[in-house]
């Protein structure tokens, strides 16, 4: 059974802070994606990645996937109030119809 | 942009009713995908239906039938409920040949 481990699991921060989210595996995934989550709604593709050391930037978000890829991170710079929510890492492999979702961080940013 | 929608948003039902929920989407994607999430945790497939054909079933209880009538349609009906079974479902899609997923905005299920 492939498990993503994502850390932390609980992140609450002030506005203007930088934080980082880990998404570790011993597996190796095909690509990884990035999922931000709010209450009630369903998960909101944030970026897809699929080549080991690739970063991609999305404004103030910068998502690297692992050398080997087995990890990847979310780093967020300048936290905002709108940032809260549930992030979710996903990993896929040996085709499209599964993937392996982390255990989630839920972020908290006060104003 | 690639939009799934589902109905209804909420749905509270007895444990003798029945009812079904549904996913749509008209992006022409051929995989199709029933998730169970409750608070505060990761999705959990139950389903994948790929060119219509059901693919993968995760060992999920009878009580949920699914049913995938055209490309473009998804829909579970639900029978004799549990309480536990209360949670969000969420419909995914995926191109074929990616492993990227889309998901819709979910119904909330409540059973009494």
């Known amino acids: 059974t492939q498990l993503l481990e994502q850390s932390p699991q609980f992140l609450s921060i002030q506005e203007g802070e930088n934080l980082t989210v880990y998404c570790n595996s011993s597996s190796v995934f095909s690509s990884l994606q990035w999922y931000r989550q709010e209450p009630g709604e369903g998960p909101v593709l944030l970026v897809t990645v699929v080549t080991g050391g690739e970063v991609k930037k999305l404004k103030r978000l910068t998502f690297q996937f692992g050398d080997a890829r087995k990890d990847s991170s979310l780093h967020i710079t300048a936290a905002q109030p709108g940032d809260t929510g549930l992030y979710l890492c996903a990993g896929a492999s040996g085709g499209y119809q599964k993937v392996t979702f982390g255990t989630g961080t839920k972020l908290q940013v006060i104003p | 942009d690639t939009e799934v929608t589902q109905t209804p948003k909420h749905l509270v039902m007895g444990m003798t009713n029945k009812k079904s929920l549904k996913c749509e989407q008209h992006?022409?994607?051929?995989?199709m995908y029933w998730y169970k999430q409750k608070a505060k945790k990761p999705p959990e497939l139950m389903f994948v239906?790929?060119?219509?054909?059901?693919?993968i079933n995760e060992s999920v209880p009878s009580r949920f039938s699914p049913e995938c009538p055209n490309s473009s349609l998804l829909n579970l009906h639900l029978h004799a409920l549990q309480p536990e079974d209360s949670a969000l479902y969420l419909c995914?899609?995926?191109?074929?040949?990616?492993?990227?997923?889309?998901f819709g905005p979910g119904t909330r299920l409540t059973v009494l």
């Open positions: 992006m022409g994607h051929r995989a």
């Open positions: 995914a899609i995926s191109p074929g040949g990616t492993d990227t997923q889309y």
């Open positions: 239906y790929s060119y219509e054909k059901l693919s």
